[in-house]
Each structure stands twice: as structure tokens, then as C-alpha cells.
């Protein structure tokens, strides 16, 4: 890292074990190599796209001069080809976008090994239903791998996705100091600055897969897409035809004869109902519709009973 820097910035080429040497002889122990404890290698996958590791490492990435963040990363296990970005935290929205964003660029893998954080694994017991289906309770990121056609493989120890720990360990302390030398102030500077060194960092890392086959599939639509990874919830439907997702209130603009609908929460921030897979008008409202009051039955009066005059 010091050496590259200093060829870029300063033109100056030292090799890097000198230049490491002499740190060394002045007293700058930081540069001392790391024992590490072996730990038998797994075999890579052999075609580009048939597995994916992702993980997200927190860290004050900007040393105080802006907010924390998370760098989510996705590194392929043939090729070891990286790409990341910076979030402010490592949750459901996040790993939507970088699902996005991944799929709209390189294409569709066909697996993809994560942790086992609610984000990526339902905490929820199935129930008698799903026991009997044969199913288990999804998290919304991995019901969108679902529809993509992804399958997704939990990771139960940092050591079960070693490549992309391991690309941890090389890039952490590089990212923090080049962040320093740009003077980056916000994730979006981080993310800008990340963007132009993914190229830099892929020949760095990369290795030459042992086939040439690629398996990503070719991605969707961006409309399919985007509904693909959106957070999609199901709704009571009211008898009024409003619904009340997020403390806010909707009303439809169909008759259905339907209880439910699908409320699709999109990644941009816009919102679509469904019903068996047919979008539904909506508009906002301020308040629930209240229904106009009867007006009072009028009770029919009897007439004035009159007495006949005696004759």
C-alpha cells in the first residue's frame, strides 16, 4: 500500500519489502508481517457466477471526519472479482440495493453464500402450513434471491467464506488511508472514490477462473427487477377499501372482492398494490372516509282523531 502510494502520488518506485525494511529500521513496527493461523483452503468454484460470497464490515471507514458506515461486498469464488459499496448500516434496504445494483451489472448468479443475520435468514418458527409444504420462513432478501432464481447458502462461521474475510483483512487498512489522502467527508465521497477503484482492485485480486464458462444469467427488465427486490408485505384490505401500511392511509381505487392485498415497497422510495399479480390504483388520503349519515326515518303521523259533535 505505502509503496503503491508513493508511485502514484510522488513517482517515486520502491520496491515494497525495501521500503518495508526501512520502516522497520526506523521504528515503525506497523509494517511487522502478521502470523496466521493455517487453515485448510476450499476448492474454488470452477465457472465465473455459480457462487457469490457477500459480507458487510463495520467500521469508522472515514476515522471521525464523517458518519460510520458498513462496506457491504460481493467477491465471485472463481475469479475472485470484487465489488462493494458503503452504507450507513447493514440491513434489509441496503442489501436490496446492492442486490440491484450487482444483478443490473454483472447479471443473475446462481447461489449466493451470506451470513446468517435476520437480513439474509427469517428468525421466524415456520408454522403447521409451511411444516407440511415443505417451506421455511423467508426474509425479504431472501425471498427476492427466490424470484431471481438464486439460492441462498448460509454461512455459519467467518471461516466458511474465507475469500471474502480475507479481502477484509488486504483492503481495510488501504481503504481507511486512501479515504485519508482524498480527504473523503461522506459515504458518497467513499462510494465515488470506490467506484473508480474497483477496476484497480480487480487486477490486484482477481485470479483466472479454472473455466471461462460464466453462469450469471442475463438480468431482467429494470420494472421486473425492481420488483423482484422490493419489500413486498401483505395487507388487510377494509371494507372502505383502505389500507394503512407504514402509519399511513391509502385508498384504493378498485371494487375488489379480495381481504388482502400486496403492498411492494420499491427501493427508490415509490409504492405499488398488487392483487394476483394485477396492479391497483391508489391515492393518498389524509384520513379514513367516513361514511355519510342516514338521514332520520320520518315516522308517518296519524291524523287528529276528531270527535263528532252530538246531535
Known sequence: MA????AERQGMAVNAETLRGWLLANGVPHFQRRKRRHRAGRERRAPVGE???????????????GPRGVRMASIDDASSRVSARFYPYEGTIPARDRCQRYVTRDGIPLAVYADTPTTYRSPAEPTVEAQLAGTKPQSQFGRALTELG??????HSPQAKGRVERLFTTVHDRRIKERRLAGSATLEDANRFLEGDRPRDNQRVAVTPAQTADLHRP????RELERSVCLKTTRCLRKDFTIGPEKRLYQGHATLRATHVVVEAHVEGTMRLTHQGRSLGFHAIPERPVPAAEAPAVSRSR????QKSAT
Open 150 to 155: 438464486v439460492d441462498l447458502i448460509a454461512a
Open 3 to 6: 509503496a503503491e502510494q508513493l
Open 219 to 222: 438480468t431482467r427488465p429494470i
Open 51 to 65: 457462487r457469490i460470497q457477500r459480507e458487510g464490515s463495520h467500521h469508522d471507514w472515514l476515522e471521525g471526519r
Open 303 to 306: 291524523r287528529p282523531i276528531t
